[in-house]
T-cell receptor
Framework: GAGVSQSPRYKVAKRGQDVALRCDPI?????LFWYQQALGQGPEFLTY????????KSGLPSDRFFAERPEGSVSTLKIQRTQQEDSAVYLC??????????????FGEGSRLTVL | DAKTTQPNSMESNEEEPVHLPCNHS???????IHWYRQLPSQGPEYVIH???SNVNNRMASLAIAEDRKSSTLILHRATLRDAAVYYC?????????????FGKGITLSVRP
C-alpha cells in the first residue's frame, strides 16, 4: 500500500539486547516523526527529521536511543541495551512540510517491543 | 505547547450523533486545533483540524468556540467502527513543521 510501513510489527528482546526498528515513510514526505506509546497512554514524541536532518531529538529518553535517516527516506530507531521500561509501541509518522501548524501526520501501525 | 483537557471516556449509541468536548483555555492565537483518533492496535489517524472557523469533512465536524478556549468534535452518526480513543491536540506552528503533543484522549464506546 501507499501508507507508512513499519517493521517488525512485533519484537521480543531479552534485557540488554540491541534492537532496530524500521520505518518506511510515504514517498515524498520530507518530515518524519518517531513516537513511543506505553500501554494505556497517548503517544509521546521522541524525535523529528526533516529529510536527513534530525532537527529535534528532545524526546529521546536516554543516550541508549538513537535514530537515523541517512538518505532522507527510510528511518531506523535503534535502542541499545534494552531495559524492561523500553517495552512499548513505537510509532512512526510522516508528513509533507506544512508551514503554520496545519497539515496531517500519517502514522504507521507501530512496532510493539516487549523486553523480557 | 498549550494543554488540552478531555473527559476520560464517553458512551454513545450506534447511529446517534456524538459530541466530544475539549477545553484548551491557554490556547494561543496561532495554535491549530487538531483531532486524531486511534483504533485498537493501530496508529493514530487524522480526523480534522481548524483554526478559528467551524470545519466539516467526510469524517466529522469541528465546532470551535468564539473565544477558541474550547472545541467539540461531532460525529454525526456513530458506528461501531468509531469506537476509539480520540485525541484533541493543539499544534503550535514552529517553522516548517511542528510535532503533535498527545494527551490521554477520550475513549469513545459505541453501543449497538
Amino acid at each position: 500500500g501507499a501508507g507508512v510501513s513499519q517493521s517488525p510489527r512485533y519484537k521480543v528482546a531479552k534485557r540488554g539486547q540491541d534492537v532496530a526498528l524500521r520505518c518506511d515513510p510515504i514517498s515524498g514526505h520530507v518530515s518524519l516523526f518517531w513516537y513511543q506509546q506505553a500501554l494505556g497512554q497517548g503517544p509521546e514524541f521522541l524525535t523529528y527529521f526533516q529529510n536527513e536532518a534530525q532537527l529535534d531529538k528532545s524526546g529521546l529518553p536516554s543516550d541508549r536511543f538513537f535514530a537515523e535517516r541517512p538518505e532522507g527516506s527510510v528511518s531506523t530507531l535503534k535502542i541499545q541495551r534494552t531495559q524492561q521500561e523500553d517495552s512499548a509501541v513505537y510509532l512512526c509518522a510522516s508528513s509533507l512540510p506544512t508551514s503554520g501548524g496545519a497539515g496531517e501526520l500519517f502514522f504507521g501501525e507501530g512496532s510493539r517491543l516487549t523486553v523480557l | 505547547d498549550a494543554k488540552t483537557t478531555q473527559p476520560n471516556s464517553m458512551e454513545s449509541n450506534e447511529e446517534e450523533p456524538v459530541h466530544l468536548p475539549c477545553n484548551h483555555s491557554t490556547i494561543s492565537g496561532t495554535d491549530y486545533i487538531h483531532w486524531y483518533r486511534q483504533l485498537p492496535s493501530q496508529g493514530p489517524e487524522y480526523v480534522i483540524h481548524g483554526l478559528t472557523s467551524n470545519v466539516n469533512n467526510r469524517m466529522a465536524s469541528l465546532a470551535i468556540a468564539e473565544d477558541r478556549k474550547s472545541s467539540t468534535l461531532i460525529l454525526h452518526r456513530a458506528t461501531l467502527r468509531d469506537a476509539a480513543v480520540y485525541y484533541c491536540i493543539l499544534r503550535t506552528p514552529t517553522g516548517a513543521n511542528s510535532k503533535l503533543t498527545f494527551g490521554k484522549g477520550i475513549t469513545l464506546s459505541v453501543r449497538p
